[in-house]
């Protein structure tokens, strides 16, 4: 049985010319095992998930045999689970059932698992022998290179040598470890292989989040300050092209429309700032992104959710419901189709070239906040929208129409979305206390709104199957009775309004929101006093 391994680099200058197995071997008596092809393969989410976990998933070709490994980076790279596989991994239904999905599943959710470097090479394996023809340890050379793109040629890593002791041999595999370090001038290897490999390939891990994550100066120009929110989304929007163009995931469109959601949003709301030709100019064209990406994100919320829709029936109308499914799937293929036409077109990169061009060298402007420092700025467009907000949800009862909910709706997240851009100006804990609270408000508003819209886009798609022939009897039954329940959960949505809006209508974030947002010049005037 054997211990934990030991990894160490063997320098250059020792390789030398010299074959590093016989320089071994000519100092200790060993066993060799035939050399073999090795390709390793590792793999995350594109947000780089189960590394923020502390984890990476590898796929290794060893000849013919394909096995999935689970390693625990932060502690010292072990291979705590695996498990052979026959495909590739992807998506998790993709990874077969065992424990390395069991570790994967949690983290992926519906996210593909893509390759993030791969090195190849070849291994050569030693067993260190004692005077009886005892395995004490083995001894793992891997001489690797990381696979690169584009015809470029393979980067060689350093020569990792893997030490790993035998039960009741301690004392020998320790006697080993000081004699190859002798001879071989060995290095510990301080990165897990994968770290080094994402190095050596100019990658940084974690690189990518769709979180806002900006350091702005409160006394930045507001011009200036804005162009930096308005490129970071932009370069979030173009890091998710290619993969909702080939549909890798859902996330990709999802986080595409997000980031032009906030681009409309910052636009509309951070005022005064930009001449006001390229607002509007840029508002229409980003609304139509929005709406050529709108489709394909509906029917992914449909197919998401799904298996809950039919969870939720009674078990005599779950199998009643499959031809939804068909028939929402056959209409993906073609609205996706339409989807990466749009995100492929000469329109998409003109608007794209157009906005960076704009935002990288942003025209002298006129504009009157365009040299208001930032802070003084965020401070009267946030005040100015939480005065709203709380004006708005103030204003409704339980007989006020769903309209005014709707529109408390879009202003919460015009207030969201000003809090997230300016939260670096503010203390972190008090801003992201208020950002919780409207997150919370906003569950329920969009709750509300969104089960209202999905029960009449049920009814909808009711009609056009039966209009297609694609509709049975039982499948009408069953997405009735999904309509009653959606309706049901939309008139429990809205009798919990009351509880939380009071919640974030409460004197304590009052005081929070008063003492951040406050115009500092004078006294609060009596129409912000509420705010």
Request: charged share 25%; with cysteine; net charge positive.
């Amino acid at each position: 049985m054997t211990l934990t391994a030991m990894d160490f680099l063997i320098p250059a200058a020792v390789q030398g010319g010299a074959d590093t197995s016989a320089a071994i071997r000519a100092h200790l008596r060993c066993e060799p095992e035939p050399a073999v092809a090795l390709r390793r393969c590792f793999f995350d989410s594109f947000e780089w998930s189960l590394y923020r976990a502390g984890a990476v998933l590898e796929e290794v070709h060893l000849d013919q045999r394909r096995e999935l490994r689970w390693h625990d980076l932060g502690q010292h790279d072990p291979v705590t689970a695996q498990q052979l596989t026959t495909t590739p991994p992807g998506l998790i239904d993709d990874l077969p059932p065992g424990v390395v999905r069991e570790r994967v599943a949690p983290l992926l959710g519906v996210r593909r698992l893509l390759p993030m470097v791969a090195v190849s090479g070849r291994r050569q394996t030693l067993r260190v022998l004692n005077d009886d023809d005892k395995t004490v340890a083995r001894l793992c050379l891997e001489q690797l290179r990381v696979e690169t793109d584009g015809g470029r040629r393979p980067l060689p890593l350093p020569m990792r040598l893997r030490i790993t002791g035998v039960r009741g041999y301690t004392q020998e595999t320790d006697a080993v470890v000081r004699r190859l370090k002798t001879i071989l001038a060995l290095e510990p290897a301080e990165a897990p292989l994968y770290l080094e490999a994402l190095a050596a390939a100019g990658r940084r891990p974690g690189s990518y989040s769709s979180k806002l994550d900006y350091r702005l100066d409160p006394l930045q120009p507001a011009a200036v300050a804005t162009c930096t929110i308005l490129l970071g989304l932009l370069e979030t929007l173009e890091a998710n092209i290619d993969g909702a163009r080939r549909n890798l995931d859902p996330e990709f469109l999802h986080d595409l429309r997000v980031a032009t959601r906030r681009t409309r949003s910052a636009l509309s709301q951070i005022k005064g700032v930009l001449p006001q030709a390229v607002v509007d100019d840029f508002k229409l064209r980003f609304a139509w992104l929005q709406q050529v990406t709108g489709p394909v994100r509906d029917l992914d919320v449909y197919l998401l959710d799904f298996p809950r829709l039919k969870a939720g029936l009674p078990p005599r109308l779950r199998d009643d419901l499959d031809p939804l499914r068909d028939w929402l799937v056959a209409h993906y293929h073609a609205e996706q189709q339409t989807l990466a036409a749009a995100l492929a077109s000469e329109r998409f990169e003109v608007l794209l070239r157009d906005w960076r061009m704009f935002l990288q060298a942003p025209e002298r402007n006129g504009a009157k906040d365009a040299q208001t420092p930032i802070k003084a700025l965020a401070d009267k467009r946030i005040r100015r929208m939480a005065k709203r907000v709380l004006d708005e949800g103030r204003a409704i009862t339980d007989a006020s129409p769903p309209e005014d909910l709707h529109e408390l709706r879009k202003s919460c997240k015009k207030l969201r979305y000003l809090m997230e851009f300016f939260q670096s100006l503010y203390a972190a804990d008090d801003i992201k206390g208020l950002i919780k609270q409207i997150k919370v408000l906003l569950d329920n508003l969009g709750g509300f709104q969104d089960l209202a819209v999905q029960a009449e886009h049920l009814r909808e798609t009711a009609a056009a199957m039966q209009r297609e022939g694609a509709a049975p009897l039982g499948t009408l039954l069953a997405m009735g009775a999904l309509v009653s329940q959606m309706l049901t959960a939309q008139q429990r949505a809205r009798g919990e309004f009351a509880r939380i809006f009071a919640g974030f209508d409460s004197t304590d974030n009052a005081a929070v929101r008063k003492r951040l947002f406050a115009a500092k010049h004078s006294p609060a005037a009596p129409a912000e006093a509420g705010a």
